[in-house]
């Protein structure tokens, strides 16, 4: 074992929280900081071109390679759970949706004890992370890190399906990141000059210009070394068998995500005592809470025939998708340049909530879409798809470790739709998309039922459920009074000294909506804590 240097701070993790980190810590030119990166580079044009999105996930490229046990409600499935291994983390591979969620997450996590992260606390990181395209707008930024621009995508399908909504009587949206969330919308993007702007774009590159920071790349983290309760470092290996401890003279901050974070706590010693003996790992720290509280969005998709083609069937035609893909990446321009996903939406099931229980995700591509030529394949038929996603599931999930090997994938049992409501809620949505799809305006548009069809509504969602991809919670902040919190309102482990976690495993519970926005915002403010400034003021809001 090689002793390496020693660093102000060690990051282990370059995703959404570790490379905004990264950037704001060592702008203080005499902070040192070292970040411990698993993945490699980002800079393949499959990641920088959106429109590479497709392949990145149905391939499984710069992934962990995730997948749950076997979920009982699905019929004994095993659901994909891809999170991002490579510069920028899950920022590098999804699909780059832009959403703050809704203003009441943030309150139901205040009102319980998460002091300091009401949304008037966290909407001035919101804005300093920002740079939205239409300029100086009320609670938008401009001049941030973080590209955000509204979806471009130019198909009249979107404007019809807005018009659609309306008339089955749900309200239209201009920003759902606004002072508006409620609606149905057009989806804001983190993309930057047509190429996608990852947390490793906006944060850590620009950064990486800097003597103060330390990136090691392809670098597996082992455990947090601990001196008793005090966390002193981190031991990791870039390949043999040798491995280097990493010195942190002042803390080691944990920023693996919402598998690997809890992971890496649990190798280290600090989880609940019961399981870390199952596999010979002596505990530094007892916390019941470590791998508890697994979450995700999950959905399912209905899906139309479309009747005529729209824009994106025609450009997946082999020679011209290598030339919008080319276009896109040498030049910033073109179709791959967009998600040909444009429609959102958060809707309420039932009249009286505090905040929508749905989401609606929109997919207007074939469910066939690989590229074709003329001679030696068919053009798919045209399809569309809308997926009414569940924003605040009750079912809880758990992480558990296989073994003490940092190498061994950990055991994810997410226990989807295990609590009834999660069930009725997803049927909700369903009906509600049906309704949706039934109005006048989709007329022109929509041909007959691809999916659920037939089929039993149990059975289709058994077989084609999925996640939406925003696991959190297995790191829970709480107050003291939480016997599961893992952290606390400051990111600091309980029983450990010098030891945070900054990621979207310390959300207490699900967000409404996609996650990375908020993962940044936080990681913005850890940074702050970190530094010891004091806080960006609250931002009070009329609600």
Not at 19 to 42: F, H, K, M, W, Y
Not at 93 to 108: F, K, L, Q, S, T
Not at 262 to 276: F, K
Request: net charge negative; charged share 20%.
């Amino acid at each position: 074992m090689n002793n390496g240097k020693s660093y102000d701070f060690v990051i282990v993790g370059a995703g959404s929280a570790g490379c905004t980190l990264a950037n704001r810590l060592t702008e203080d030119p005499d902070v040192q900081v070292l970040v411990i990166e698993a993945g490699g580079s980002d800079r393949n044009p499959i990641i920088t071109v959106p429109l590479g999105w497709g392949k990145i996930l149905f391939e499984r490229l710069y992934d962990w390679g995730y997948f749950t046990e076997e979920e009982g409600e699905f019929n004994n499935r095993k659901v994909e759970c891809a999170r991002g291994k490579v510069l920028g983390g899950s920022s590098s591979i999804n699909a780059m949706a832009y959403v703050r969620c809704h203003r009441e997450d943030y309150d139901r996590w205040s009102r319980n004890g998460c002091t300091g992260w009401s949304y008037s606390d966290i909407l001035p990181y919101f804005i300093k992370s920002e740079d939205w395209e239409k300029g100086d707008q009320p609670l938008r930024g401009t001049g941030g890190p973080l590209t955000t621009i509204e979806n471009k995508y130019p198909d009249p399908l979107l404007e019809a399906w807005l018009q659609a909504g309306e008339q089955a009587g749900y309200s239209r949206t201009a920003d759902y990141n606004g002072h508006q969330n409620e609606g149905l919308g057009t989806l804001q993007s983190t993309i930057r000059n047509g190429r996608r702007c990852s947390a490793a774009v906006a944060y850590l590159r620009p950064a990486m210009k800097r003597s103060n920071l330390t990136v090691i790349t392809n670098a597996m983290a082992h455990r947090v070394v601990m001196d008793g309760t005090k966390a002193t470092g981190v031991e990791y290996s870039t390949g043999g068998n040798s491995t280097t401890i990493a010195r942190a003279e002042r803390e080691v901050i944990v920023a693996g995500g919402v598998i690997n974070s809890p992971q890496l706590l649990m190798l280290s010693g600090i989880g609940n005592s019961e399981h870390l003996a199952e596999h010979g790992i002596s505990t530094a720290v007892d916390l019941k809470g470590v791998g508890q509280n697994l979450q995700d969005h999950l959905s399912v998709g209905v899906e139309y025939e479309r009747i005529g083609d729209g824009p994106f069937v025609g450009t997946l035609r082999w020679d011209r998708l290598a030339l919008s893909m080319a276009q896109a990446y040498f030049f910033g321009t073109g179709f791959a340049t967009e998600m040909p996903g444009p429609l959102t939406g958060y809707i309420s099931s039932q009249e009286g909530m505090a905040q929508p229980d749905l989401q609606l995700l929109a997919r207007f591509i074939p469910p066939e879409s690989q590229p074709w030529m003329p001679i030696t394949g068919k053009k798919p038929k045209d399809a569309f798809m809308v997926r009414p996603v569940v924003l605040h599931p009750k079912s809880r999930g758990e992480l558990k470790l296989a073994s003490a090997n940092p190498g061994d994938h950990a055991k994810i049992h997410q226990n989807f739709l295990s609590d009834p409501a999660d069930w009725k809620t997803l049927k909700d949505g369903i009906a509600i998309v049906k309704d949706i799809a039934s109005q006048k305006a989709l007329d022109g548009f929509r041909g007959p039922e691809i999916q659920p069809k037939d089929e039993s509504l149990d059975e289709f969602i058994k077989r084609t459920a999925w996640t939406v991809h925003h696991p959190l919670g297995t790191c829970k902040m709480g107050p003291d009074s939480d016997a599961m919190a893992v952290v606390d309102p400051e990111f600091r482990v309980r029983g450990a000294e010098n030891l945070r976690v900054v990621d979207a495993s310390v959300f207490p519970d699900m967000l409404g909506g996609n996650i990375n926005a908020p993962t940044i915002a936080f990681a913005e403010r850890a940074a702050d804590l970190l530094l010891g400034k004091t806080p960006l003021a609250p931002i009070e809001v009329a609600a």
